[in-house]
T-cell receptor, first 114, second 113 residues
Framework: ETGVTQTPRHLVMGMTNKKSLKCEQH?????MYWYKQSAKKPLELMFV???????ENNSVPSRFSPECPNSSHLFLHLHTLQPEDSALYLC?????????????FGPGTRLTVT | EDKVVQSPLSLVVHEGDTVTLNCSYE??????LLWYKQEKKAPTFLFML????IEKKSGRLSSILDKKELFSILNITATQTGDSAVYLC?????????????FGKGTKLTVNP
């Protein structure tokens, strides 16, 4: 058990749907992250939150909208996605933004956009 | 339960030393093993290994997978201070028709001048 949970574990949605991915961490961490893992491509950082404030947005299209209501929960709201958005979406948390703090990853949500 | 174990958890060396980082795993439906270097917030991809016994090299870094003994090693020769980072090992596997990534806790490497 990593202490970071993600739901749903897999999701199939059409391009006109609206859905949300949820991440919850039980580790008392202050920083949370969304990553995208596409097939045979390196892990891509999407968003970083520290103490519920967004500190980084790596040029992610506006059809992905993050929300961090508190330090334990992170959401990724999805709207009018494209088939190329199909990927594994990973959530992670760490004690803080200092790079010496290791990141703990959730199991991921496998997203398929049809 | 799927698990990935890295050792050592931390390592301090001097510039010029050679280091070997270890990653062992116990998973079902193994697909591939990946190594990442985490310096700042985002891990950067190093290698993806799918076949046993075939060494992958990139400059001073190399890695090999042993699917019989269920482990991989990451070697760094002639270390430099810029190699200081957390090195993450992850195993990709299929579960219930979907893909899952299981990460180890990482090895924190510190290279002193």
């Amino acid at each position: 058990e990593t202490g970071v949970t993600q739901t749903p574990r897999h999701l199939v949605m059409g391009m006109t749907n609206k859905k949300s991915l949820k991440c919850e961490q039980h580790l008392g961490h202050n920083a949370m992250y969304w990553y995208k893992q596409s097939a045979k491509k390196p892990l891509e950082l999407m968003f970083v939150y520290s103490l519920e404030e967004r500190v980084e947005n790596n040029s992610v299209p506006s059809r992905f909208s993050p929300e961090c209501p508190n330090s334990s929960h992170l959401f990724l709201h999805l709207h009018t996605l494209q088939p190329e958005d199909s990927a594994l979406y990973l959530c992670a948390s760490s004690q803080g933004l200092n790079p010496s703090y290791e990141q703990y990853f959730g199991p991921g949500t496998r997203l398929t956009v049809t | 339960e799927d698990k990935v174990v890295q050792s050592p958890l931390s390592l301090v060396v001097h510039e010029g030393d050679t280091v070997t980082l270890n990653c062992s795993y116990e998973v079902t439906n193994f697909r591939s093993l990946l190594w990442y270097k985490q310096e700042k917030k985002a891990p950067t991809f190093l290698f993806m290994l799918t076949s046993s016994g075939i060494e992958k090299k990139s400059g001073r870094l190399s890695s090999i997978l042993d699917k019989k003994e269920l482990f991989s090693i990451l070697n760094i020769t002639a270390t430099q201070t810029g190699d200081s980072a957390v090195y993450l090992c992850a195993v990709a596997l299929t579960q219930g028709g979907s893909e899952k990534l299981v990460f180890g806790k990482g090895t924190k490497l510190t290279v002193n001048p």
